[in-house]
């Protein structure tokens, strides 16, 4: 009877024992649930790369006190960033890349008719554009685009004509037509009265005709093509011995376009730690939802996550000359009241954003118009105006330990951030 006790405890004793491994693996589970946000989050912060030592240190700051299991994270309040896309996200503008690559390859699906209705001979009362120096009358410069367009969609082999486009770009009503088109969107641009609000959508109906998915593969031709380009200055002039209603014209255009490793890592490492992700831009949405989706160009964000400006699309979904009624116009003040119509509508986000980045005077009302914002992200494009005016204030601020906005410098010939608050100018060494 003795033995067979011996017996019994052994097989209970060998059961305990083959317990103990489930018992420390469920117990190293609930170690891993409980308080593994909060270590990881401490031990992964965004990469160096080359954020200038002290916005690497702030921005590491943030992402690790806000995000899940920082000492200012709220459950149930969402945190999240809001960030413009060119020149923030991306180095140079890929809504001009896509108009130039549209220009240059002709890749039109508008009658001349439905060319001629986006060329408005007074615009918000101005007759008249200045660009380099140059007054131009809208309507001399909008008779000579309409003529160029109709002998050029009318010979050219891709709408059925008889002449490739190696042949056409050796005429002069090519010639005429690519640099007045370029001039005419940076006339748009300069010129007080009409300015970017108008400048932006313009450029976007001359998508008009496409598809969805049409316009995203010419954004994704002219994408790959100015990633591979360098980045340099191109002069370009309509030929002298032309004649036309307005003249000569000779203006300029900045190509290439590059993806910002800093920026890709800088929005990984928020989304790792829970804190949301949007992109707020004045380029054409589909377009930054190319750019920026998962797996394509190293960002990752899911299309729900860009807002940006769209147009009307007709029954046969075809992109139309007139921009989608009821929506802002995500430039300026019409980005705060994006940011409030779409992102603080949902759960948990009825807030203010927690940082905004950008780099120019249409990011200025982002920057500075949320009072509950803890950060602005500048980067540094030698401007002035407004933009000019917080740059200044991120170097007023460059000695604090929690400043309010924090500016980032690159080299704008190489399209590379470098460590510091300058910018390298285009053109110059340093």
């Known amino acids: 009877m003795n033995r067979s006790m011996d017996d019994q405890e052994q097989k209970i004793m060998k059961n305990k024992i083959s317990l103990y491994p489930l018992f420390f693996l469920g117990l190293l589970s609930l170690t891993l649930f409980h308080f593994p946000i909060t270590v990881f989050a401490q031990c992964d912060p965004p990469d160096k790369l080359n954020w200038s030592d002290r916005n690497h240190r702030i921005l590491s700051r943030m992402i690790t006190d806000y995000g899940i299991g920082g000492k200012y994270y709220e459950p149930g309040r969402i945190p999240y960033i809001v960030l413009d896309w060119d020149q923030t996200c991306a180095f140079l503008d890929v809504e001009?890349?896509?108009?130039?690559?549209?220009?240059?390859?002709?890749?039109?699906?508008?009658?001349?008719?439905?060319?001629?209705?986006?060329?408005?001979?007074?615009?918000?009362?101005?007759?008249?554009?200045?660009?380099?120096?140059?007054?131009?009358?809208?309507?001399d410069i909008n008779t000579d685009l309409v003529n160029d367009y109709q002998f050029l969609t009318r010979i050219y082999q891709g709408p059925g004509g008889k002449v490739t486009l190696e042949e056409l770009r050796k005429r002069p009503e090519y010639l005429d037509f690519v640099a007045k088109m370029i001039f005419l969107a940076d006339g748009y641009y300069s010129t007080s009265g009409i300015g970017m609000e108008y400048t932006f959508v313009w450029e976007i109906s001359l998508l008009s005709g496409f598809t969805i998915d049409e316009a995203k593969s010419l954004a994704k031709e002219a994408i790959d093509y100015e990633l591979a380009n360098r980045i340099s200055k191109q002069m370009i002039a309509s030929p002298a011995d032309y004649d036309t209603r307005a003249g000569v014209i000779v203006c300029s255009y900045i190509t290439g376009l590059r993806v910002i490793p800093e920026m890709q890592n800088f929005i990984s490492a928020c989304r790792s730690h829970g804190i949301e992700v949007y992109i707020v831009s004045a380029s054409y949405k589909p377009v930054v939802e190319l750019f920026s989706a998962p797996g394509n160009y190293g960002y990752n964000l899911p299309a729900d996550h860009v807002i940006a400006m769209e147009v009307e699309i007709s029954p046969d979904g075809r992109i139309l000359p007139q921009y989608k009624s009821g929506w802002v116009k995500t430039v300026k003040q019409g980005k705060i009241e994006a940011i409030n119509r779409v992102i603080k509508s949902l759960p948990g986000k009825n807030h203010d954003p927690l940082l905004a980045g950008g780099d120019s005077d249409g990011d200025y009302e982002m920057l500075t118009g949320f009072p509950g914002m803890k950060l602005s992200l500048i980067w540094n494009r030698n401007k002035d105006g407004e933009i000019g005016k917080l740059c200044k204030k991120a170097v007023e601020q460059s000695e604090l330990s929690d400043p309010r906005f924090i500016l980032q410098g690159r080299n704008e010939n190489t399209g590379l951030t470098i460590p510091s608050s300058e910018t390298i100018g285009f053109g110059k060494e340093k």
């Open 96 to 139: 001009e890349a896509v108009m130039r690559y549209q220009i240059f390859n002709l890749l039109f699906k508008m009658s001349t008719e439905q060319f001629s209705q986006l060329l408005r001979d007074t615009i918000n009362g101005v007759e008249l554009i200045t660009y380099e120096n140059r007054k131009i009358r809208l309507s």
